[in-house]
């Protein structure tokens, strides 16, 4: 399908999936075309996003939790293109989701066991919260089967695997040291790489965009080594932070409430995890209130949630570790027309170097005053020589 087949008005899939979405068509449009500018796709891939939303069949979704406070899926609750229903019901097929399903007990079993068993090699398996280990994996009970096996039940049949939130994707807040749950990761339990969207909790839209990506493509979207998409977790948070400019010119807030606070400067020094956490939460924002609705668009720093090792490890007003870019030590001015300060080792070397000079000048006027004397004396000595009767006179 061409882009431009994206505007015909007349197209009978497109009205029909205006009716079942409840969207308008610019709404609709322009909920493809957002998706694909997410996952970073090229220009016309809107239509591609489009034609499998309309005709590819909704996949049957197995939404498992274990470890977590329901974060995840609040977020999700507050996606609003397309809301939650339509997302759940138009999009894809959510056969199972402890926290959003009508049924219980029994019947809730019994309709997992069911999607798995029509849908087998199909679903797309989604993980929310942490899988405990320790004791046999007693501390996380579901239907009266531990977590650990329901995963490994679950997964032998998933087309797909996706752990959402930083508890599923590398163990959050629950392993936390000292840990004694023995918190784990779902790829740590499988002992295979799966599709990892951290974040506590992470922006609906990443998820939605990697589901979209399987729809529309047939597979899943690049990830990284961690198994992140590499569309949402590329970039460090530092790179497209608003505060940027201030702290590449050393504007700083240096404590909550002060000046530089309340005048929006750059929260590096107040522990900012930014510099040191890659995902796109400076770009895409939360709630659907524009791109400052997060952390630090609200004045406090990133805590690195979506950082394995980083977000629930480090102290969250430790200052971060630099990746990529550091702060100099003597800050130009805004506009600096040319050159730059030297650094502390710069002038260190140059002094280094200037007290060699110095040095090396006091022995060459040392060896110069040396060699004048030796010049004089043979000069005196050569006149006494020619001149033996020229003696002082009295």
């Not at 406070?69 to 999700?76: M, P």
């Not at 690195?304 to 870019?325: R, Y």
């Amino acid at each position: 399908m061409a882009a431009s087949d994206l505007f015909d008005l007349t197209r009978d899939s497109l009205r029909t999936v205006e009716r079942r979405l409840g969207l308008s068509r610019r709404e609709y449009l322009q909920f493809c075309a957002t998706l694909a500018a997410t996952m970073g796709l090229p220009r016309g891939a809107d239509a591609a996003v489009a034609k499998a939303i309309e005709t590819a069949p909704r996949p049957s979704v197995i939404w498992l939790h274990f470890q977590e406070c329901t974060g995840c899926s609040e977020s999700l609750l507050r996606a609003e293109h397309p809301t939650l229903e339509k997302l759940i019901l138009d999009v894809i097929s959510l056969d199972y989701h402890e926290t959003l399903m009508a049924a219980a007990g029994h019947q809730a079993e019994a309709a997992r066991k069911a999607a798995m068993k029509a849908n087998k090699g199909k679903y797309v398996l989604v993980v929310e919260g942490a899988i405990p280990m320790a004791q046999g994996g007693n501390y996380c009970k579901i239907g009266g089967h531990k977590a650990v096996d329901l995963l490994k039940e679950c997964a032998v049949d998933a087309a797909a695997v996706i752990a959402i939130g930083s508890c599923a994707s590398w163990g959050g807040m629950p392993s936390t040291g000292p840990n004694p749950s023995g918190a784990s990761s779902v790829s740590d339990v499988l002992h295979e790489k799966v599709v990892t969207i951290p974040g506590c909790p992470p922006n609906p839209y990443n998820f939605l965009a990697t589901v979209v990506h399987y729809l529309t493509f047939g597979k899943l979207p690049e990830v990284d080594d961690q198994g992140r998409p590499k569309f949402a977790y590329s970039r460090l948070v530092h790179e497209n932070c608003e505060r940027r400019a201030h702290f590449d010119a050393g504007r700083f807030a240096m404590q909550f409430g002060d000046e530089g606070h309340r005048k929006g400067y750059c929260l590096y020094k107040l522990g900012c995890k930014g510099p040191e956490t890659y995902a796109n939460c400076s770009t895409i924002g939360f709630g659907d209130a524009g791109e400052n609705n997060w952390p630090v668009g609200c004045g406090h720093p990133c805590i690195g949630c979506a950082e394995k090792g980083v977000g629930f490890t480090k102290a969250i007003h430790q200052v971060a570790l630099m990746k990529n870019v550091t702060p100099p030590l003597q800050f130009p001015r805004v506009v600096e027309e040319q050159g730059k300060g030297a650094t502390l080792a710069a002038a260190a070397a140059l002094a280094a170097l200037a007290g060699a000079a110095a040095g090396a000048g006091a022995m060459i006027t040392r060896n110069l005053g040396l060699s004048h004397e030796a010049a004089e004396a043979k000069r005196a000595r050569q006149a006494a020589d020619t001149n033996p009767q020229g003696g002082a006179q009295g």
